[in-house]
């Protein structure tokens, strides 16, 4: 379906969760498709960079207490008015998940294409995703549970160093990418990072073996079970230095990892975008750490890569037929400031060849960036404004 038709359809979208950056990148494709955008933001919340792009139609408040209602109440507005049921896109978890619980409330006046409450208990439990994983011989990392009556200290002994400690859904106490786990190199660490996540999660947190290789990661967009796009991208570099989220990446093809997260999609009937994370052994292989089943941190590479994820959640969300599927091209690309705090924290660490590949990526126009936008630069100013006002990284 071309821009034409669209405009005679007329259709609009709206986007929640306007504060985080991969919010602008989905902006930015619909907008560019001749969608109307509608961008939504909590009260709360202070210059959302989403609300700065030229991609937006309207922005709209809402209110902290009552968001639930507030969102409904604007999804009848539209569709009153329109006398068509706008496509509802939720960029955060939380929003997704109100979403989801709610979607009955939400259907009869919003197109949606989103998991299942039960889909996404699932696919954030890192315990179950790895149980699942096994069935389907997806390959997973070592994990380590205690026996039954076996103590603290006994445990602690066996497992080998380096390892991995991580709560079964870290996100469910607001814990961030980066505090989501602990690499441990010894029993004291070990310890140490155990007793933590037990004390947020009151149960035992995951221990697995630690996989030193190449990380990876492929992303989806589904509908009851069946795929529609794929993308595949290596973490060239990140931040923090050891686990944290990708501060530079790049668009590959990866036909295993594909299959691999087709055949799990397959298996629970999945609806909507995730992301599936891989990571390597000491062998080269990949084994399949988590599954964020949401908007992920690298969902700008979807654009920057000239793929059609937005637009075609959009038209699956609309009962709209898809466009002609434009295979992701080969494409890197960079968050600033994140990967200038990416290369420092290479060079603490002994590695300073990948301070010189920042500088290097930084210098070659070839190179994309993930906010920043020559035809629409006031969402990037934005992001750095409130990044100095906060000292964070969304």
């Known amino acids: ?18 504060h985080y950056r991969m919010s602008v990148s989905l902006i930015r494709d619909l907008a560019d498709r001749g969608v109307r955008v509608v961008a939504c933001e909590k009260a709360s919340i202070k210059n959302p960079v989403g609300f700065a792009s030229r991609g937006v139609l309207r922005c709209v408040r809402l209110p902290e207490d009552g968001y639930l209602d507030a969102l409904l109440d604007l999804c009848r507005e539209i569709a009153k008015q329109e006398e068509k049921k706008p496509v509802l896109l939720p960029v955060g978890a939380k929003t997704l998940a109100l979403l989801s619980e709610h979607r009955e409330r939400f259907s009869p006046v919003a197109g949606l294409c989103i998991a ?11 315990a179950a995703v790895s149980s699942l ?66 004390a947020i999660a009151q149960e035992d947190p995951i221990v697995q073996e630690y996989l030193p290789g190449e990380a990876f990661g492929c992303s989806v967009l589904a509908k009851d079970g069946a795929v529609y796009r794929t993308i595949c991208h290596h973490r060239l570099r990140e931040y923090p ?54 908007v992920w941190g690298t969902f700008p590479l979807t654009r920057a890569s000239g793929s059609d994820f937005a637009y075609s959640w959009f038209c699956l969300a609309a009962n709209l037929p898809l466009p002609e599927e434009q295979p992701a091209a080969p494409v890197r690309m960079v968050y600033y400031p994140a990967d200038f705090a990416a290369a420092l924290g290479y060079l603490r660490s002994g590695k300073p060849g990948q301070l010189f590949a920042v500088l290097r990526d930084f210098i070659n126009p070839a190179v994309k960036n993930g906010i920043g936008d020559k035809k629409d630069p006031a969402p990037a100013r934005a992001y750095f404004r409130n990044l100095f006002c906060r000292g964070g990284h969304k």
């Open 133 to 198: 994983a096994q069935k389907l011989s997806v390959p997973v990392p070592e994990n380590f549970e205690r026996k039954s009556g076996e103590n603290l200290d006994a445990f602690f002994s066996r497992v080998p160093l380096p390892c991995a400690v991580k709560p079964h859904c870290g996100e469910t106490f607001g814990l961030t990418a980066a505090q989501r786990y602990r690499i441990c190199r010894t029993k004291e660490a070990l310890q140490e990072a155990f007793s933590h996540f037990q």
């Open 116 to 126: 299942t409450p039960t889909q996404l208990a699932l696919l954030n439990d890192k």
């Open 241 to 294: 230095v050891s686990g944290g989220p990708s501060s530079c990446c790049e668009s590959i093809s990866r036909p295993d990892l594909c299959a691999y997260a087709e055949i799990i999609v397959w298996e629970t009937g999945f609806s909507g975008l995730a992301m599936f994370e891989f990571k390597c052994g000491a062998d080269g292989a990949p084994r399949l750490l988590e599954i964020n089943p949401r």
């Open 1 to 18: 379906m071309d821009n034409l038709m669209l405009g005679r359809i007329a259709m609009t979208a709206i986007v929640t969760d306007a």
